[in-house]
């Protein structure tokens, strides 16, 4: 009794407040209207003071952050049951006392980067926003494989026409103006790969200056052109075949051979010549070789072209490799026939021949040369030339000479006191 005693004078208390009496009558009418007994009103009458006062205490919700409980009592038993609210977390908004509360962080969302914004240029993309492409994760540059440093081959790896020197420089297996290969006049005793092929010309022009050992007089002149053609053949590694074909132009104003001016041209003799490479020493970077050659009448004797006679000539060529400089020597003779014509009253004499030359490969490209060629043709004199050349090489298909052979001493019949030559050799497979 005296319980119920005390909850009846604090009811009547609340009432007499004329704000909590207005929350109370309109609390205790809305649950009239929905049909809740007097105990049930009564009860929540007592609740419903609490949060009526934290409508002018916005203090309330900043310190505890959730709402008193409600306790509903439970008709028979008496034992009342008490039910809590989920704490406020969110701005409340809208209240006109501006009541606030402390709030759980929100929990942030993990949104897509977005490509980086290219604007564009053009007018007619303008507002438009232009997104690149996706960046792409390349590996480190550590990563990537590293080129291997293999040694390059020499420019010329074709060893049909070249071999090798010291320090990978290599030298090219150009021919002379007989047609062998060599320098320009010098045989070496190096044959080309079997089945190799070279064809070319050499053109040797001088200007007469004397006959046998007369000088020619103001009156007198005379030039002389030869413009030998070759073909050569590598049949084996050891051994290899020409053929060469001589085209002549003379012209001699004196009267010391004849009572008239002489001018003509037309090809001379030919020469048909075999090579052979008998040995070859690496240790002392040496080779020999032997040759045969034939010269055959196919130019016209009445013109002074040919002899209109067949010669035989054998001769032999020694190389020597002295780490850069290859060294060349030829010793020859030549068996010539008795023409016995208005040009060779007295026929001719056997020609014995030598040649020392020496090449420098300076690159792959240029070499530079020099010889000493000498002859003694019986009757018809002695002749001692120095050779310097140079050998030009801008692919592996072309080989060009100059040279410049210079007289020491002529007693022959054409004396001159230097000679222009001019070559180039064509490689084939």
């Given at each position: 009794?005296?319980?119920?005693?005390?909850?009846?004078?604090?009811a009547?208390?609340?009432?007499?407040?004329?704000?909590?009496g207005?929350?109370?009558?309109?609390?205790?009418?809305?649950?009239?209207?929905?049909?809740?007994?007097?105990?049930?009103?009564?009860?929540?009458?007592?609740?419903?003071?609490?949060?009526?006062?934290?409508?002018?205490?916005?203090?309330?919700?900043?310190?505890?952050?959730?709402?008193?409980?409600?306790?509903?009592?439970?008709?028979?038993?008496?034992?009342?049951q008490?039910?809590?609210?989920?704490?406020?977390?969110?701005?409340?908004?809208?209240?006109?006392?501006?009541?606030?509360?402390?709030?759980?962080?929100?929990?942030?969302?993990?949104?897509?980067?977005?490509?980086?914004?290219?604007k564009?240029?053009?007018?007619?993309?303008?507002?438009?926003?232009?997104?690149?492409?996706?960046?792409?994760?390349?590996?480190?540059?550590?990563?990537?494989?590293?080129?291997?440093?293999?040694?390059?081959?020499?420019?010329?790896?074709?060893?049909?026409?070249?071999?090798?020197?010291?320090e990978?420089?290599?030298?090219?297996?150009?021919?002379?103006?007989?047609?062998?290969?060599?320098?320009?006049?010098?045989?070496?005793?190096?044959?080309?790969?079997?089945?190799?092929?070279?064809?070319?010309?050499?053109?040797?022009?001088?200007?007469?200056?004397?006959?046998?050992?007369?000088?020619?007089?103001?009156?007198?002149?005379?030039?002389?052109?030869?413009?030998?053609?070759?073909?050569n053949?590598?049949?084996?590694d050891?051994?290899?075949?020409?053929?060469?074909?001589?085209?002549?132009?003379?012209?001699?104003?004196s009267?010391?051979?004849?009572?008239?001016?002489?001018?003509?041209?037309?090809?001379?003799?030919?020469?048909?010549?075999?090579?052979?490479?008998?040995?070859?020493?690496?240790?002392?970077?040496?080779?020999?070789a032997?040759?045969?050659?034939?010269?055959?009448?196919t130019?016209?004797?009445?013109?002074?072209?040919?002899?209109?006679?067949?010669?035989?000539?054998?001769?032999?060529?020694?190389?020597?490799?002295?780490?850069k400089?290859?060294?060349?020597?030829?010793l020859?003779?030549?068996?010539?026939?008795?023409?016995?014509?208005?040009?060779?009253?007295?026929g001719?004499?056997?020609?014995?021949?030598?040649?020392?030359?020496?090449?420098?490969?300076?690159?792959?490209?240029?070499?530079?040369?020099?010889?000493?060629?000498?002859?003694?043709?019986?009757?018809?004199?002695?002749?001692?030339?120095?050779?310097?050349?140079?050998?030009?090489?801008?692919?592996?298909?072309?080989?060009?000479?100059?040279?410049?052979?210079?007289?020491?001493?002529?007693?022959?019949?054409?004396?001159?006191?230097?000679?222009?030559?001019?070559?180039?050799?064509?490689?084939?497979?």
């Open positions: 009794m005296k319980r119920n005693t005390a909850i009846v004078a604090l009547a208390w609340l009432l007499a407040s004329p704000v909590w207005q929350s109370l009558s309109n609390s205790q009418y809305q649950l009239r209207q929905n049909g809740f007994s007097s105990s049930m009103q009564n009860a929540m009458g007592r609740s419903a003071d609490p949060y009526s006062a934290t409508q002018n205490a916005p203090e309330y919700l900043g310190q505890t952050g959730t709402l008193p409980p409600i306790t509903v009592a439970q008709g028979s038993s008496g034992a009342p008490q039910l809590s609210l989920p704490p406020i977390t969110g701005n409340v908004s809208g209240s006109p006392s501006g009541l606030s509360s402390q709030f759980a962080e929100p929990v942030p969302v993990q949104r897509p980067m977005r490509a980086p914004v290219v564009s240029g053009n007018r007619q993309a303008a507002g438009r926003e232009i997104y690149s492409q996706e960046p792409l994760n390349l590996p480190p540059v550590t990563t990537l494989p590293v080129p291997s440093r293999t040694v390059l081959p020499p420019l010329y790896s074709d060893t049909m026409m070249t071999v090798p020197l010291e990978a420089v290599t030298r090219v297996l150009a021919c002379n103006m007989a047609g062998f290969t060599g320098l320009t006049h010098t045989t070496s005793a190096d044959v080309s790969k079997a089945g190799s092929f070279k064809m070319g010309f050499h053109s040797s022009w001088f200007d007469l200056d004397r006959v046998y050992d007369r000088q020619l007089a103001s009156n007198e002149s005379g030039d002389m052109l030869e413009l030998p053609l070759f073909f053949y590598a049949v084996t050891d051994l290899e075949v020409i053929y060469m074909i001589p085209v002549v132009d003379y012209t001699i104003k009267r010391i051979l004849w009572t008239r001016d002489i001018a003509e041209s037309g090809t001379g003799d030919s020469k048909l010549g075999f090579k052979y490479r008998i040995f070859e020493n690496p240790q002392y970077q040496m080779r020999g032997f040759g045969l050659a034939f010269k055959f009448p130019g016209n004797d009445s013109k002074g072209t040919g002899t209109g006679k067949t010669d035989f000539e054998i001769f032999t060529a020694f190389s020597k490799s002295y780490e400089i290859v060294g060349h020597l030829n020859g003779y030549v068996m010539t026939g008795d023409p016995n014509t208005q040009f060779y009253p007295d001719l004499a056997d020609k014995f021949y030598y040649n020392i030359g020496i090449e420098y490969p300076h690159t792959h490209n240029v070499t530079v040369m020099a010889e000493l060629a000498g002859e003694d043709w019986g009757a018809e004199g002695l002749k001692v030339d120095i050779i310097p050349g140079l050998r030009y090489t801008p692919t592996e298909n072309f080989a060009f000479e100059v040279a410049v052979p210079i007289s020491i001493a002529n007693d022959q019949r054409y004396g001159y006191n230097y000679r222009l030559v001019l070559g180039l050799t064509t490689f084939f497979q």
